[in-house]
């Protein structure tokens, strides 16, 4: 079982790749082209072997006592707008990262189900790309900023209602292991 996950997952990975160049032959968006993001999927393979995703819930916590958690941020439909209401949990994980400039996050843009493909990768890059932008406004270096977008391949919520769609437009904020 583990084995058809594995190949699953370099399927979609493959199909991206294509994807993305795709993109890259015939999109004018703002943010990086589409053989951009390609080339930044081909050095940044995401797997169960490559990287550990930790869970929502998890926290990290240092010395000091200050602490770095896992987070999902939400977005409204076909926005990258970041909402008033999530400053402060993005203030304290920059807090947490200028004291520890040896951890660093992973940014995973996602968006619902409707649009094109195309258009849904750009979107989750923007929307991760929103919060790498806030976050470095406050201090935080490139290095520790890890930023892909999955568009609306990875849902958290299947289902064809807003209900649905709503939990899957967002950021997965991570903590990478060193």
């Not at 004018?28 to 999927?41: A, C, D, M, R, V």
């Not at 909402?83 to 990262?97: R, W």
Request: glycine share 8%; charged share 20%; with cysteine.
């Amino acid at each position: 079982m583990l084995n058809i996950v594995r190949k699953t997952t370099y399927v979609i990975q493959g199909l991206s790749f294509i994807l993305l160049l795709t993109l890259g032959a015939c999109s004018s968006l703002e943010g990086p082209t589409g053989k951009e993001l390609s080339h930044q999927l081909a050095q940044e393979r995401i797997s169960g072997e490559d990287m550990v995703l930790l869970e929502e819930e998890q926290t990290i916590q240092d010395e000091s006592g200050v602490v770095g958690k896992n987070q999902v941020y939400y977005f409204d439909f076909d926005s990258s707008e970041l909402h008033q209401n999530i400053e402060n949990s993005l203030k304290k994980q920059a807090e947490y990262l200028l004291i520890n400039p040896d951890k660093s996050l992973h940014l995973a843009g996602h968006t619902d189900e409707r649009g094109s493909p195309e258009y849904n990768i750009a979107l989750g890059w923007r929307r991760a790309k929103a919060i790498s932008n806030f976050l470095k406004k406050h201090g935080i270096a490139n290095k520790q900023l890890k930023l892909i977008s999955f568009g609306s391949q990875k849902p958290a919520v299947l289902g064809h209602t807003e209900t649905a769609w709503q939990k899957n437009r967002r950021v997965v904020i991570t903590y990478l292991p060193h």
